[in-house]
Structures are given as structure tokens and as C-alpha cells.
């Protein structure tokens, strides 16, 4: 990668797993939002939790995935001042970090939990616990999963916020180049 010049644009792959990852970042917000206070059947309820904590075990695969392209790739050249560049790094650092940390602690919640109800990825198969109950590791591992995820959507925010400044104000390509490429037509020939 030394002396390797910098692409325009992100990798496809990491493009794709990045709106992925954000995607499934956010409905898992939104499902979790919904599962703890929207005052659900008992039965409903445990399907949310089940999809919640398999959805999670997907984001913690697509982090990982991210994480190996993002280092085995060249980024593009940063843009705008050098408080924003740090700041560009600070929140995305954060938000690799808070996606395995929410993940982690969500995985330490059900582990912890004083009801022995096993993760069902999906139906397929049981994931194991990483801890056993105890009630006050399980108060603090819920804690921390709230705040990672409530830190996720103000984090992202920032981000997107600052994608959209790029767009707006500076009008460089900071957020076009994250964007998916559309197909190229062909020319249409003249009969």
C-alpha cells in the first residue's frame, strides 16, 4: 500500500457494506426503541428480541467485514480543514467502536440475564452465552448497551450531518464518493 496512489472514490465493497451496516444500525434502533417501550404482546415481544439480538450478530459480522477492507483498501484523499478531518476520524473510529460495544454488551445482556432464554440466530442455530446470570452485570451490561446505541444515533447524525455539509456547503464529492456508482448507458446511436 506504500506508494500506492489514492483512489477517488471508496472501494465498492466497503461502499456497499457501509450503507449495510448503517441500515441495519438504525433498524436496530428504531426495533430496540420499539420492543422496550411500545408496550407489546409477550409473544410479539420475544419475536423482536430474538430478530433484535440475531440482526446485532449480523452488524458485529459486517463491522469486522468492514474493518479488514477498510485497512486492506486505500481511502481517498481527505477533505476540508484539519479540524475536520480529525473530527471525520474521531467519529468513525467511534462508530466501528460503538458497533462492536453495543453488539458486545447486548451479547453480555442476554448472557447476564437472570431468564435463561437463548439467542436463536434467526432460527438456525444457538448462540452461546459469554458469561452467566448475575443481575448487577446485567444492569450495567444494559446500561452500556443503551448508551452505545443512543451514542450510535447522535454519532451518525454528526456524521451524515457532516457528509451533508461537505455536499452543500463546500460542494466537494466527500459524499458522492460513497455513493454507489450508478450503471453506466450506453450512448444511444442515431438510426
Request: charged share 15%; glycine share 8%.
Amino acid at each position: 500500500m506504500i506508494g500506492e496512489a489514492r483512489p477517488a472514490r471508496w472501494n465498492g465493497l466497503l461502499i456497499a457494506l457501509h450503507w449495510l451496516a448503517a441500515a441495519l444500525l438504525l433498524e436496530l434502533i428504531v426495533h430496540g426503541f420499539v420492543m422496550v417501550h411500545a408496550g407489546l404482546t409477550a409473544a410479539t415481544a420475544f419475536g423482536l428480541y430474538q430478530s433484535h439480538k440475531s440482526i446485532g450478530f449480523v452488524v458485529l459480522a459486517l463491522t469486522a467485514g468492514r474493518l479488514v477492507v477498510r485497512f486492506a483498501r486505500r481511502a481517498p484523499p481527505p477533505l476540508g480543514a484539519a479540524w475536520e478531518r480529525m473530527l471525520a476520524r474521531l467519529v468513525q473510529a467511534a462508530l466501528y467502536a460503538l458497533a462492536i460495544g453495543a453488539v458486545a454488551s447486548g451479547w453480555l445482556v442476554v448472557s447476564t440475564s437472570p431468564l435463561p432464554i437463548p439467542t436463536r440466530f434467526f432460527g438456525l442455530f444457538v448462540i452461546p452465552d459469554i458469561a452467566r446470570p448475575d443481575l448487577g452485570l446485567f444492569a450495567a451490561a444494559g446500561f452500556a448497551h443503551a448508551v452505545a446505541a443512543w451514542s450510535i444515533a447522535g454519532l451518525a447524525a454528526l456524521h451524515a450531518a457532516g457528509a451533508v455539509k461537505h455536499h452543500v456547503v463546500d460542494r466537494d464529492d466527500a459524499l458522492t464518493r460513497m455513493l454507489p456508482r450508478r450503471p453506466k448507458r450506453p450512448l444511444a446511436r442515431n438510426p
